[in-house]
Nanobody, 127 residues
Framework: QVQLVESGGGSVQAGGSLTLSCAVS????????MGWFRQAPGKDREGVAT???????SYADSVKGRFSISKDNAKITLYLQMSSLKPEDTAMYYC?????????????????????WGQGTQVTVSS
């Protein structure tokens, strides 16, 4: 049974930083694609970042240069380092996994490569 459990969300002021973690069980993060998407109230799901099976990273234009996705295969954990946070980054952030090796952040916008996801962690950025 695949389980994804996010943590690390919170409330910060604009310009601040947070690091989200996603603890994974029942899934081989070294073989398949993983990533993060977010959803704000009243808005569509938005892909944020992905890391595929060969380590290729992709980022939404809105977070490029500010967010960094990484994973620790030994700890079976996915991370999202977020810096220079803006109020428009406020959303529930979800960790996602797919049973294939290649992916792109834009897949999440259309609901692709969303075989598994967690319960989410809230990020609130105040101005």
């Amino acid at each position: 049974q695949v389980q994804l459990v996010e943590s690390g969300g919170g409330s910060v002021q604009a310009g601040g930083s947070l690091t989200l973690s996603c603890a994974v069980s029942g899934y081989d993060i070294s073989t398949y694609c993983m990533g993060w998407f977010r959803q704000a109230p009243g808005k569509d799901r938005e892909g944020v970042a992905t890391i595929d099976s060969i380590g290729i990273l992709s980022y939404a234009d809105s977070v490029k240069g500010r967010f960094s996705i990484s994973k620790d295969n030994a700890k079976i954990t996915l991370y999202l380092q977020m810096s220079s946070l803006k109020p428009e980054d406020t959303a529930m952030y979800y960790c996602a996994a797919a049973e294939q090796g290649l992916c792109h952040y834009s897949d999440y916008d259309s609901g692709r490569n969303l075989d598994y996801w967690g319960q989410g962690t809230q990020v609130t950025v105040s101005s």
